[in-house]
């Protein structure tokens, strides 16, 4: 058995619309290496969505990402079990 | 604070107590509701989805900005969410006012703020299409 080592973060993803229909579930929990800072971004975040879920990059789906329902840019450190949630474009009305 | 995210119709004689004002010489109240086409397509249905917790976060400080700027009494918003069919209401805004001009004004402005800024998404239920057509949106902006 391979231990679960403590340079991953867990987190909680939300996802909504389309972006939950390509993931399947509007929740999942998500394990994010530390990158060499010893950390983990929103970058490393999408980078692992992207790499996790190519059908995103293929219809080209922006995605905004909310962290404890704030929207949050590239640089954000995320910590375990903050609220992560991936956005769609907009579209209420 | 009287903007929510519901899952239920809306209320309309609700929404317009929530803003029953003595003082208020103005009452708005806008109506966004399920259109039967969407440029040629034919539309049954729309289902709405949100992201409950931002979009009320997000509805709050509309509300409170637009109170604010434009000295209402009272200001209230409802968006649904669900399988909504034509010709049902999928937002209502209402607002008073001492007089009339700041009510109008705010209501205008407050469903483009909703519009733009409250992380809810829509999918058109269209004759044709098997499975409905997510709507085309707008990036939500901030976090820069």
Redesign the interface.
Known sequence: MEQQPPQFITLKV?S???L?EIIGAHQMTLQLPRNNQGTATVADLRTKILELYPEISAQRI?I???VN?????DK?IINDFDEI?L??????? | MFSIISEHPIDIEMLLANVKDDSAGATVLFL?TVRNHNDDDAVSAIY????I??AE?AMAKIEAEVVERWNLKKFAAV?RIGNLKVGEV??AIAASSEHRAEAFEAGRYA?DR???E??????EIITGHIGGV???????????
């Open positions: 939300k909504f619309a389309i939950r922006p905004g990402v909310a329902s704030k929207m949050a840019n954000l949630a956005l769609p474009p907009i579209s209420g009305g | 966004g709405y989805e949100a992201y917790r931002m976060e968006h999928s937002v469903i909703i519009k733009t409250v992380p809810i998404w829509k999918k997510w709507a085309e949106g707008k990036p939500l902006a901030g976090g820069d």
